[in-house]
């Protein structure tokens, strides 16, 4: 059974760091697209990160910024956030795709079937 399982969320204030965990099971993190997605207050989900074999890509609200990663003896991905703003105030989601070969993007959330229960990011001003 796939399970994702994000932590690691909290309050912060603007400019400051915190780093996310997905803890993964049923599968190993290694053989797929692995993404992170976030869902703003009132706002639709969003693409943040995908990571595939050593190919990372990422949104450009958050280019230069987080920085996505995975630990294949952990089989845990991780969302290293940086020099936070208020308006990466929302919940992550950590998310596999569905098959592979899927593109890896945070452009196509439609490819990622499997999703953790989230985690709360505040970012207060």
């Known amino acids: 059974q796939v399970q994702l399982v994000e932590s690691g969320g909290g309050s912060v204030q603007a400019g400051g760091s915190l780093t996310l965990s997905c803890a993964v099971s049923?599968?190993?993190?290694?053989?797929?697209?692995m993404g992170w997605f976030r869902q703003p207050p009132g706002k639709e989900r969003e693409g943040v990160a995908a990571?595939?074999?050593?190919?990372?890509s990422y949104a450009d609200s958050v280019q230069g910024r987080f920085t996505i990663s995975k630990d294949n003896a952990k089989n845990t991905l991780y969302l290293q956030m940086n020099s936070l703003k208020p308006e990466d105030t929302a919940v992550y989601y950590c998310a596999r795709a569905t098959r592979w070969g899927s593109r890896c993007s945070t452009r196509a959330p439609s490819e990622f079937g499997y999703w953790g229960q989230g985690t709360q990011v505040t970012v207060s001003s």
């Open positions: 049923g599968f190993t993190v290694s053989s797929y697209c």
């Open positions: 990571f595939v074999s050593v190919a990372r």
